[in-house]
Structure formats: structure tokens, C-alpha cells
């Protein structure tokens, strides 16, 4: 079973911040938190990933909470063509093998 | 630019056929997947490689088999397709450690 939580759908209008959570209270020392997302009919896309500090890059922002159980991807300007479905997934730094277990997701739709 | 390659983009096939699906990367990845993805049921891990010939068996592989001569390439094998395993079928690559997953466009597979 996935290891992360997260909502189901959320809602978001044009050019305001996206804000998706995710619950991980079980990850351990040595789990990453990756984002993916997945726009209808496309394989899932690369966002970003983090240990425990926070992360930005040209997409989206990451937020890891102190104690490393939840997390935030924040996009700061989200436009229509963000309307997909986001993936938080953890797995570990492990060279023999990372397999990244999805769960559902949460479909975001950005409206305008 | 990284690609995954997929083989076919539509794909239908008669119960008990032996059905080959294949995935090519251009990026010398050490670590290779096969997910399938339903609806309701997000994407579910079927088989992944972190090496050529090595394999471990991901949350379903109950079905399926897969084989990893080269490392570019990573076949799925449908033994004796069968109905329930009509899905989109995705493959993804990715280097050993925490690193991004590229993800092929996907496989829809239709067994009649």
C-alpha cells in the first residue's frame, strides 16, 4: 500500500497559489518525498523531490514539516494547464532499486 | 532530451495470446519499471529492474513476467493475456538513487 495520504480532489483559481498537502507520518530517516504530476492521457511528469529542507525549482515549491510526517507542493501561480493529477510518493536513496509505489493522487482543477 | 520509448501506443490482443510489451530508454538508466493504471485504482507497480537480468516483483505481478537483456530495454510478457488485463501500461526509467522517473506515454492494451 501507498505510504502517503493525500486529498482527493482540490479546487484552485487561475493565477492563485496551489497549495496540495500530503501526509507521511510513517516515512523513515532515509525516504525521499518525490511530486509527480499526470495530465489526462500523458505518463506521470516529474515535479520535485526532497529529504528535509525545502526544495524550489522552476515548477513548484516544497514544503517538508519539521518532524518529516507532511508536506506541501505549493504552486505559486497556478494556471489551466496545471489541472492534473498530483502524486506524492516517498521512497528511499537506494541504489539497488527505488521503486516508486503511487497511490491515487489528488486531481487538482484550476478554473478561471 | 530523455526518452522513454514504448513500443505501441494501442494495442489489441485475443484471450490466451502471448502478448509483448516493450520499453526503450536512450538515458543508460540503471533502474527500469512497469506500472499499470486503472481507473480508481491509480497507477500499481508490476515489475521493476535496477539492473540488466535482475528483477523484483512490484505490488501485482501476478499475470505477468518481464525480461531485462540490455539495459536500454525492459520487456512486460502477457504469458496468456486474459481480460482483467486490459489497462494503459506504463513504463518508466530512472538512475539509481534519488533521482527523477521518466515515464513513457503509455500502452493501452485492450484484450478481447
Known amino acids: 500500500d501507498a505510504k502517503t495520504t493525500q486529498p482527493t480532489s482540490m479546487d484552485c483559481a487561475e493565477g492563485r497559489a496551489a497549495n496540495l498537502p500530503c501526509n507521511h507520518s510513517?516515512?523513515?530517516?532515509?525516504?525521499?518525498v518525490y511530486w509527480y504530476r499526470q495530465i489526462h492521457s500523458q505518463g506521470p511528469q516529474y515535479i520535485i523531490h526532497g529529504l528535509k529542507n525545502n526544495e524550489t525549482n522552476e515548477m513548484a515549491s516544497l514544503i517538508i514539516t519539521e518532524d518529516r510526517k507532511s508536506s506541501t507542493l505549493i504552486l505559486p501561480h497556478a494556471t489551466l494547464r496545471d489541472t492534473a493529477v498530483y502524486y506524492c510518493?516517498?521512497?528511499?536513496?537506494?541504489?539497488?532499486?527505488?521503486?516508486?509505489?503511487f497511490g491515487k493522487g489528488t486531481t487538482l482543477s484550476v478554473s478561471s | 532530451d530523455v526518452k522513454v520509448t514504448q513500443s505501441s501506443r494501442y494495442l489489441v490482443k485475443r484471450t490466451g495470446e502471448k502478448v509483448f510489451l516493450e520499453c526503450v530508454q536512450d538515458m543508460d538508466h540503471e533502474n527500469m519499471f512497469w506500472y499499470r493504471q486503472d481507473p480508481g485504482l491509480g497507477l500499481r507497480l508490476i515489475y521493476f529492474s535496477y539492473d540488466v537480468k535482475m528483477k523484483e516483483k512490484g505490488d501485482i505481478p501476478e499475470g505477468y513476467s518481464v525480461s531485462r537483456e540490455k539495459k536500454e530495454r525492459f520487456s512486460l510478457i502477457l504469458e496468456s493475456a486474459s481480460t482483467n488485463q486490459t489497462s494503459m501500461y506504463l513504463c518508466?526509467?530512472?538512475?539509481?538513487?534519488?533521482?527523477?522517473?521518466?515515464f513513457g506515454q503509455g500502452t493501452r492494451l485492450t484484450v478481447v
Open positions: 518508466a526509467s530512472r538512475y539509481g538513487g534519488p533521482t527523477e522517473a521518466f
Open positions: 510518493i516517498v521512497g528511499l536513496n537506494n541504489q539497488a532499486g527505488t521503486a516508486l509505489i
Open positions: 510513517t516515512i523513515s530517516g532515509n525516504e525521499y
